[in-house]
C-alpha cells in the first residue's frame, strides 16, 4: 500500500477533486448530511389560481354588450314609427282585430279546429264526357299540317335558256367563236321584240361575280410582274454595262502574256 501510495504521489488529482468539492460545500453553507431537515410539503394551490379568471371576465364582457345592444335597440324603437300612411293603416288593422275580439267574446268561445264538411260524389261519368268533348272540340279547332315539297334548283338542261349565261360567261373568258350573222338576221331586232331571258338565281350571279374578279385579278398579277420584269432586266442590263466598264474587272491576260514572252525573250539573250 505505501508502495502504490509512493507511486501516485505524483498523481494526486483525485485529492485535489475531493478537497475542491469539500470547499465547494463549505462555501455554500451547506450540511453534511440532509437528515436533520423535515420533509417538504407543499401548500393547497389558492382559489385565485384555479378560477378561469380571463374567461370569466371575456364572458362578463360580453354579457354586457348583449345587454346595452338589446337596451339601446328598445330606446330606438320607441323613438321610431312609422311614415303616416303607415302608421294609419297599422292603426286601422289594430282596430280590426281589437273589434273581432270584442265581437268573438260577445258571440261565445270560437274555436279554431273545424271538422273537414263530407263534400257530394262527382259524377265521374259526366265529368269525363265533358272533357272528351272539350279535347274534340280543341283538335277541330286546330288547323292540320300540310305537307309541303321542296322547291330545289332544278337545272336548266335547255341549251335556249343557257345562252344568256354563255354571253356571261363569254364576257369573262371568251371561248365560244362568234358566228356571223345571215342577212335574214341582220334586222331581226328591228322586225321583232327583245327576247326575254329567263332570270338568273342569286348562286349564278355570285359565281360570275367571283369569276370576273379572279380574271381581274390574274391578269393584274400578270401585269404587275410584267412590269417588275421589265424593271428588273433594264437594271440588270445598266448593272452589267457598268461592271464591264469598270476597271477592277478589265482582262490583261494578254498584258501578262506578252510581260511573260518578253522576260523569257531577256533571259535567252543573257544567256
Avoid at 34 to 40: L, R, V
Avoid at 74 to 101: G, N, T
Avoid at 198 to 213: F, I
Amino acid at each position: 500500500m505505501a508502495r502504490t501510495k509512493a507511486k501516485e504521489a505524483p498523481f494526486n488529482f483525485h485529492e485535489r477533486d475531493v478537497q475542491a468539492q469539500k470547499e465547494k460545500l463549505q462555501q455554500a453553507e451547506l450540511p453534511q448530511s440532509y437528515a436533520n431537515f423535515t420533509p417538504f410539503r407543499a401548500k393547497k394551490i389558492p382559489w385565485r389560481v384555479l378560477v378561469p379568471l380571463y374567461k370569466t371576465m371575456v364572458d362578463d364582457a360580453d354579457n354586457e354588450r348583449v345587454k346595452r345592444i338589446k337596451k339601446q335597440s328598445q330606446v330606438s324603437m320607441s323613438l321610431s314609427k312609422l311614415p303616416p300612411r303607415m302608421e294609419a293603416h297599422q292603426k286601422k288593422v289594430e282596430d280590426k282585430a281589437q273589434q273581432d275580439l270584442t265581437s268573438g267574446l260577445a258571440q261565445g268561445p270560437q274555436f279554431a279546429f273545424k271538422p273537414p264538411i263530407s263534400k257530394k260524389v262527382p259524377d265521374f261519368k259526366r265529368i269525363h264526357k265533358e272533357f272528351a268533348a272539350k279535347l274534340e272540340r280543341n283538335k277541330s279547332a286546330m288547323r292540320l299540317t300540310v305537307p309541303k315539297a321542296f322547291n330545289f334548283h332544278e337545272p336548266k338542261n335547255d341549251p335556249s335558256l343557257r345562252k344568256h349565261m354563255d354571253a356571261e360567261n363569254q364576257v369573262i373568258n371568251p371561248t365560244m367563236r362568234q358566228r356571223r350573222a345571215r342577212s335574214a338576221k341582220l334586222n331581226r331586232d328591228l322586225l321583232e321584240g327583245p327576247v326575254s331571258n329567263p332570270p338568273t338565281t342569286k348562286k349564278h350571279q355570285a359565281m360570275v361575280e367571283h369569276r370576273r374578279q379572279a380574271a381581274k385579278k390574274k391578269l393584274d398579277y400578270k401585269k404587275d410582274n410584267y412590269t417588275a420584269d421589265y424593271v428588273r432586266g433594264v437594271k440588270a442590263v445598266r448593272l452589267t454595262g457598268r461592271v464591264k466598264q469598270s476597271p477592277v474587272f478589265v482582262n490583261n491576260a494578254q498584258e501578262l502574256k506578252q510581260k511573260r514572252a518578253n522576260s523569257m525573250q531577256r533571259f535567252r539573250d543573257q544567256t
